[in-house]
């Protein structure tokens, strides 16, 4: 019965799927809820009126179908977004009929059948097929309590959002309580992946968040107050792309990967819980306060929002087009951290004559300067450097000049060992403010220890609202001139 109705395929991570021969691309797990299995089990009691497949049966068969699709060579099989052989963005719809949006240059439709192969996960939920109004944009910045700059920014990481090869920095909506931070972080995630779960807690392991990030393109944490260094790290590989390998179920020795590079938003109050690496992936978005007089009810916003989504989706679909039009040539006088997601947004400044890619460099400044100012040791180091001009030394000399606080954050290095580590994380956020790290150098002496050379450059002047400006911690001891340092 499978045979006569499936192809069988293995994907380039190593899991068999069932595609039907006269039906939409999708990928169907064989053992999964709502694959294959299911299926056939459900199939066979309608042929067979009375009989019942065994579970011995179905795992047989299911068996001998790995064994087919093992004989097959590996393909892509894709989750809500992925490009054709003829570089068009394919975006699953998500309906039971497979209808899926395809993008190019010179605009898009959608079409019956995706040109590539789609798998589902119980996280996803249908999107509503894009309509032209022209007026799609302002729709939604009436859903949203940003300023025009901020919104321009949104749309453009919107867009990008559907581009699948790229790096995507994660979305952070920032704002006091009574902003609509997590109803806008919702609203953004349910237009670019909709799901019936689009807000999720904090993960407590990798293995729990290695299962959220494989069933959804996009997702939202809410709510983030601290950021473990673990999850910090797991997010970073997310946003660049990350892949976890793990046991496969019922094997002793056998595994399986799950690679994912996925599209984040993060709703939080301070800035500063972000660590400098995150820092450096993230795009800010700062909601404004609504007023009484402006506040809607979830439901009353749901509902509009159900309504606008169609021509909204249309609407970020041409800007889509746009930008896929001229994204290839454009080319970027100097290249930022996220730089493929900044030649995006020059590619919409190019096409709707915006300044998204002026404005998002200068929020990424002001990002750095907050998770500097959450973190005390590299609040330290800053005032350090702004002092002496240049120091050098090891990683205990630097644990000994620094003025720990009264009480000593978790994250304040114990020992030399961590320091140096420590050091070696911050060097991208000091670097933005304009302290560069050297720890390629060692002591002239025996013992060879690894040096930390910390020197102020010219490029970022100090300020009164520099961190070394700041007035949190108290100014470190007098450390002598680094010329009159004896050599280790």
Partial sequence: MAREQYMFVMSTDGRPYAVALDGPNIALPLRNKGGLRQ????????????????????????????????????????????????????????????????????????????????????????????????????????????????????????????????????????????TGKSKAAQLFINLIDPSPAAKRSQPRDEKAWSRQAFSSWALCLDNVSTIPPWLSDTLCKAVTGDGVVDRALYTDDDVVVLTFKRVLALTTIDAGALAGDLAERVLLLDLQLIGSDRRRSEEELDATFDAVRPAVLGALFDVLACVLAVLPGVRLASMPRMADFARVLAAVDQTQGWHTLDDYLATSADVATDAMEGDPFAMAIARLVDQTGVWRGTAGQLLEVLPAPLVRPPNWPKDATRASGRVKRLAPLLRSIGITVDDTQRSRDRTRHKLLILTRTDSVEPSASAPGGHPKWPPVAPVPDPETLPDL
Avoid at 57 to 75: F, K, R, S
Avoid at 80 to 109: M, P
Avoid at 139 to 166: C, G, S, Y
Wanted: aromatic content about 4%.
């Fill in 39 to 178: 299926r056939l089990a459900r199939q066979f009691a309608d042929a067979y009126p009375g009989e019942v497949a065994s579970q011995s049966a179905l795992a047989d068969g299911m068996t001998v179908l790995e064994g087919i699709a093992e004989d097959t060579d590996p393909v892509p099989v894709h989750l809500r977004v992925g490009r054709s052989h003829a570089g068009r963005i394919v975006v699953d719809l998500g309906t039971a009929d497979g209808r899926a949006v395809e993008v190019a240059g010179t605009g898009w439709k959608v079409v019956d059948r995706s040109p590539v192969l789609f798998r589902r996960s119980g996280a996803m939920a249908p999107m509503p097929a894009p309509v032209l109004d022209g007026d799609g944009l302002a729709k939604l910045h009436a859903l949203v309590n940003m300023d025009e700059a901020t919104f321009r920014q949104l749309v453009a990481w919107l867009v990008a959002a559907w581009i699948p090869d790229i790096p995507h920095p994660a979305l952070v909506c920032k704002g006091e309580q009574g």
